[in-house]
């Protein structure tokens, strides 16, 4: 994973999961990961677990609402949208200062699907990496841009899935 640009996107169950199990992996071996999480409301039980995996392992939410992004109203949207740009001018620090040996962005295809960024300013910004830093990006729809820059590219989609909830 030496440099590398890696995507999990799709319809299915697991990408944040495969995403931080390539972080874990990371971390176990001395390396500096950080994860910034999009669109994903701050309750979370995992998150709190995780917090012991540092500092090899750090997740960042920058948003404040309870509840997923599509479920506020658009005042608590526009809130939102603002503390999306401080997560995004965060990693672009994590990027410029090579802050880190893997940078993984969780859900940030979501932020192209709501209008909060542009193709165009996601492909920049993960343009400016470092030759040696590995970037992971997750969301449910990888845009075509992402194609010939990407080094490995996994598409996750359900065969079956049970209403129950289980682990995403």
């Known amino acids: 994973m030496d440099g590398s640009i890696q995507i999990y996107h799709g319809t299915g169950r697991g990408k944040t999961t495969a995403a931080l199990g390539l972080g874990i992996r990371a ?3 001395g390396k500096q990961v950080i994860m910034v999480q999009f ?4 309750n979370n039980h995992t998150l709190e677990y995780l917090k012991k995996l540092e500092p090899e392992l750090q997740i ?9 992004f599509s479920d506020l109203s658009p005042e608590e949207q526009r809130e939102q949208v603002a503390n ?12 410029d ?41 997750t969301g449910r729809k990888m845009p075509d841009a992402f194609m ?4 490995c590219i996994y598409s996750i989609t359900a065969e079956k899935e049970n209403d129950r909830e289980i682990l995403d």
């Open 97 to 137: 200062t090579c802050q880190c040996d893997v940078l993984i962005l969780d859900e940030i295809f979501g932020l192209i699907d709501y209008g909060i960024i542009t193709v165009e300013e996601l492909y920049n910004l993960v343009s400016i990496k470092n030759d040696s830093m590995d970037v992971i990006l």
């Open 27 to 29: 971390a176990a071996e």
């Open 39 to 42: 669109l994903k409301g701050k």
């Open 148 to 151: 010939n820059l990407a080094d």
């Open 84 to 95: 999306i740009q401080t997560a995004l001018s965060y990693t672009k620090k994590v990027l």
């Open 60 to 68: 960042f939410r920058f948003e404040r609402a309870g509840c997923v």
